[in-house]
């Protein structure tokens, strides 16, 4: 790659040279012509054409003139040459060294070093290769950071229930353990969890890939978000946690999947119930505000970190590391909802304070419902 710096130089200097040397011929032959003229204008003509030769009939401050002036014209010209070397060189350096910098960065990318980055000194076509470049390496980090995060994630996931359920197996197996009804249910439990997190995984994969669309249909909000407390209110009623609906009359109505806002809301819903102390209240609103409908979820629980905000919808990311099944569920369930709302059009966001509770909304494009919901 360092050949390029050397490709660019010469390219610039053999212009360079190119464009002094035509000038020199240029210059000599005007010069020449005009020398002519002031020969013919000076009565020297008839010589000239007596004797067939120019140069033996100037005399002697003509001869100084024609030395004089070809050793300023090589001088003019070695001079030209210096500096066209210099820019050349200049040019050449200003154009490669960032493109052979780029090189070293993206070798080493390759190679696995992710910290690689560029130096941005510039705003023109090179400087914003180099920030995109840069973006992409923090991007790839990120994602990197992601997967691992995914892998461990899945890995301690699965092992806790299969653990569970090989241990009682083999109790059963060896007589240790008398399959009872108690004994059976619970191993039925680690199963379901197991199910449910495959299926997670499934639903995630698909929103990802954009091979799992919504199927919209008219959707009575206020009747969907009465059934989801109704499901809910046993587990809420455990921990004094009263449960409060507040709804729009303008979104009773809307244009969109049942099932999967059935699982965002839920989702969110039980999210808050595992953090917010026994007690506390939890508010469900659906509102319509700036061309969207807005279902929010607001607690008075524990609160987020700002650090932990941006991250909370990251598959297996919890506030809290310890990785209980009493707190921490499968992990997938706020990522389940931010793709959900993707695939709608919308999005979700986290407001939070610690010790004053966390307000999650589930934003869906208005627009489109309103259209559907409108009656012909």
Do not use: C
């Not at 070293?104 to 995109?132: F, H, I, P, S, Y």
């Not at 407390?229 to 729009?248: F, N």
């Amino acid at each position: 790659m360092g050949s390029l710096l050397i490709r660019v130089m010469v390219t610039f200097f053999v212009t360079t040279v190119t464009v002094v040397v035509g000038l020199i011929l240029v210059v000599n032959y005007q010069v020449s012509e005009n020398f002519n003229s002031y020969l013919y204008m000076s009565g020297m003509h008839g010589m000239m054409m007596n004797h067939g030769n120019m140069a033996s009939m100037m005399g002697l401050p003509e001869k100084q003139f024609m030395i004089s002036l070809k050793q300023s014209l090589l001088l003019a010209a070695g001079g030209m040459l210096l500096i066209g070397a210099g820019v050349s060189y200049y040019l050449a350096r200003n154009i490669a060294t960032p493109v052979i910098d780029l090189n070293r960065a993206v070798n080493a990318v390759a190679a696995g070093n992710l910290d690689a980055a560029v130096t941005v000194g510039r705003q023109d076509e090179v400087g914003q290769l180099a920030m995109a470049f840069n973006a992409m390496t923090a991007k790839l980090k990120s994602n990197t950071v992601l997967r691992q995060r995914f892998l461990a994630g899945i890995a301690h996931e699965l092992r806790t229930p299969l653990t569970i359920l090989k241990a009682n197996l083999e109790g059963i197996s060896d007589g240790v353990i008398t399959p009872d009804v108690e004994q059976m249910s619970s191993l039925t439990e680690e199963v379901d969890r197991l199910t449910k997190l495959v299926g997670e995984l499934r639903d995630l994969s698909l929103l990802e890939a954009g091979q799992l669309q919504p199927e919209f249909a008219l959707l009575d909000l206020t009747q969907l978000l009465r059934q989801i407390v109704g499901k809910i209110k046993l587990l809420a009623s455990e921990k004094r946690i009263s449960l409060r609906i507040e709804t729009d009359d303008r979104v009773s109505v809307i244009w969109a999947d049942g099932d999967m806002v059935n699982q965002m809301v839920y989702n969110l819903v039980l999210n808050a119930i595992k953090y917010t102390p026994d007690g506390g209240q939890i508010t469900i609103a659906a509102t319509t505000k700036n061309g969207m409908i807005e279902i929010a979820v607001t607690d008075t629980g524990i609160g987020i970190a700002v650090e932990d905000v941006e991250h909370v919808f990251d598959y297996f990311y919890r506030v809290d590391p310890a990785r209980t099944k009493a707190s921490g569920g499968t992990g997938l369930g706020l990522a389940l909802v931010k793709q959900m709302a993707l695939a709608h059009g919308g999005q979700v966001k986290v407001k939070s304070k610690i010790d004053k509770g966390s307000t999650f909304t589930v934003l869906l494009p208005a627009d489109l419902h309103q259209k559907r919901t409108v009656s012909p």
